[in-house]
């Protein structure tokens, strides 16, 4: 029951609701403030000599890289390349490790053979592999792409797996009583209940991806912002090196959003 | 009249790991058409067992089904489980989607029995907006869509609360003697069994067997459960059925 209408709202309520803003605004300021302070405390010891800004690098250096940068628009391309590497990298992720998920739960016997496998494949750090699937795919994009796609394949198969048999039996049941088959459990039942389980999965997959992208591009790239990391840390150039570091933190900041507005999405469309 | 559904000799074994259980053991009963009947046992006694395989969910390990031909079957769980990810309408088509039949004809009659029944301004409703009872007449019209002759009930009323139950029984055993239809409902509540049915089956516990068969004879004019629970006879057989159940322990 909705009785909030506007004209009566007790009192003790309209102090209550601004109770709730008021601590709602001092945490945003909060945050705004640790970040202006981290930045100016960062500007003003390395302009007062306390660190040094050849090693440390300083806001104000990294900004008047971005800008050369950005007059030579080859910032653009290293962003441009690392994101389609990860863009590549998750949703390939995502889909194969669903795809496998899906032929697991078909078949109980596939799914008991492969289980030791998966958990100690998931334990392995993927990374590892990465200088092997160089050898293997050669000194170009396809290697770095199938590292980030191995980092987070094995956790979605996992994860979503969980999703799978967490749906409750008596729904599957239930197509069974209507005379469905196996196919239509899958699409009817565990596909639908499981959509929330899948965009977890997407959103592990993020971040799991550029770590794989990243340590892609510190092995072959001649592109990217991990290239641009080793490039910058090997010439000291670490105005570059962090500014590389800050974009890449705003990247994951911005497709984490993109998720969970795709997530908002679907779960209208869903209902 | 040959029965609508008749049992010979049905029983039922399982397997697993730590040995066979019986779970029935020769079973027979047959069933009329435009018949209810309820079957109460003591929990785990493999009630819900033999409505699977009544459905034929499940293959006994002895015994005969015998089916009159071209009827069907239809089963309403424990629980409504409505998917919250479609609407009333769309939760009540979904059985005719499974059996690829879901013609605008079949979906306008669907639309027709929401209607019907009370559910004509949630037909674009999530299931969590709406009571139990509402929601388990959704559940009931859902199984209908597919027009079944027997419909199989396993204690479908088990999850509501007192009060909801016993609207919720009354409602939902009059629609299906107005649709006329044959009706098995498994249950652990004895006077829920009395109240709707024409005839109850006692089966004693695990493994199940059928104990005793009482024929519901009620005095009153008009019979729905609710007015059956006044009837003079109705404490007769719920006394008859608890000593049944009783002695089994």
Redesign the interface.
Known sequence: MDNSSSQNISTEQLAFLNGLKKRERSVKLCQIFILVAFIAIWELTARFGLIDAFIFSQPSRMLSAAIDMCISGSIFKHIGITLFETVVGFSMGTIIGTAMAIVLWWNSFINDVSEPYLVVFNSLPKTALAPIIIVWLGNNMSSIIATALLTSVIVTVLNVSVGFSSV?N??I????????TKK?VLT??IL??S?PAIINALKINVGLSFVGVIVGEFLVAKMGLGYLIVYGSQVFKLDWVMLSVVILAILAAFMYKTIVLLEKKIMQW?? | MPPIVELKNISLVYHSKSGETQAIKDVSLSIEEGEFVSIVGPSGCGKSTLLSILAKLLTPTGGKIEIQNGVKIGYMLQKDYLFEWRTILSNACLALEIEKNLTQENKSEVMGLLVKYGLGDFINSKPSQLSGGMRQRAALIRTLALHPDILLLDEPFSALDYQTRLLVSDEISTIIRKEKKTAILVTHDISEAVATSDRVFVLSSRPATIKSVYTIELNIPERTPIKSREAKEFNYYFNKIWKDLDVNG
């Open positions: 409750d008596e729904k049941k239930l197509i069974y009583t209507f005379g469905g239509q009817k039942v639908p209940a959509v869903r209902e």
